[in-house]
């Protein structure tokens, strides 16, 4: 059973950045899709961004253009780099691994690492 394991999370202020990472068990980590959501207090679950084994990548317009989102299939290895953080993007993140064939459903995930951004 594949495992997901994020880290790199942290407390920064308004305009900083982080990078999060997410490393994989199992040799199939370049054949998945993979993604990133978030989860703030008292908020549902969001999407964050996404990538395919191709290198596609497909963001939240909530991040678009201050996220990027990336994999080395060599390491398997998901990263997420976060730039201008704001407030609201404080949350838990977690990665996740899109299930194999059709559909959107993520069958894998991890434990999540906290973002914290202060104003």
């Known amino acids: 059973q594949v495992q997901l394991v994020e880290s790199g999370g942290g407390l920064v202020q308004t305009g900083g950045s982080l990078r999060l990472s997410c490393a994989t068990s199992?040799?199939?980590?370049?054949?998945?899709?993979m993604g990133w959501f978030r989860q703030a207090p008292g908020k549902e679950r969001e999407f964050v961004a996404r990538?395919?084994?191709?290198?596609?990548?497909y963001y939240a317009d909530s991040v678009k253009g201050r996220f990027t989102i990336s994999r080395d299939n060599a390491k398997n290895t998901l990263y997420l780099q976060m730039n201008s953080l704001k407030p609201e993007d404080t949350a838990l993140y977690y990665c996740?691994?899109?299930?194999w064939g059709p559909g959107w459903d993520y069958d894998a995930w991890g434990q999540g690492t906290q973002v914290t951004v202060s104003s």
């Open positions: 996740a691994r899109k299930q």
């Open positions: 199992g040799r199939t980590f370049s054949v998945y899709t």
């Open positions: 990538i395919t084994p191709g290198g596609s990548t």
